[in-house]
């Protein structure tokens, strides 16, 4: 006995807006942002190891060595300045500090994705970078859907 099921297919422009479910998850957007501000914690013991406060750590001299050794930069500035990015990163994601959101997120993405060369490079896990990489980027997604729900 052959069923055969009969699937009506519907035209997401034909969908009004409001009635839309479709990659719409407001409930997400600040569990995401609350989960990539956490950078902010890290960057601190960044700029604290730059500024002579915290031992430097030897694994993460090996894993920026990619970026840092070509151009002669010495490491301690390095991680201040990368540090700094990332605190006001992690604040931006709130509204807070004077950098963009836009910029924020870019910068997040760059970060994460040579942290995951870095890890590479050195034999580490790169399923964390790059995990944190994709939620960076399903802001991008997921506000701009949240917004069209609103209108």
């Not at 910029?103 to 995951?116: D, E, F, N, T």
Request: with cysteine.
């Amino acid at each position: 006995i052959l069923f055969s099921f009969q699937v009506k297919k519907r035209s997401l422009s034909k969908i009004p807006l409001n009635k839309r479910h479709h990659f719409t998850m407001p409930e997400a957007v600040p569990i995401i942002k609350k989960t990539l501000s956490v950078i902010a914690i890290p960057g601190t013991f960044m700029v604290m190891m730059g500024l002579g406060i915290l031992p430097v750590d030897e694994k993460m001299t090996k894993i920026a060595a990619p970026f840092i050794d070509p151009l002669g930069i010495p490491f301690q500035p390095f991680v201040t300045s990368l540090g700094t990015c990332k605190v006001l990163a992690g604040l931006s994601m709130w509204g807070i500090g004077p950098m963009s959101d836009i910029a924020a997120r870019i910068g997040l993405m760059l970060c994460s994705s040579c942290a995951a060369y870095g890890h590479h490079v050195v034999g580490d896990n790169v399923i964390p970078p790059i995990l944190y990489f994709g939620l960076v980027s399903s802001l991008f997604v997921l506000d701009k859907s949240t917004k069209e729900k609103k209108v």
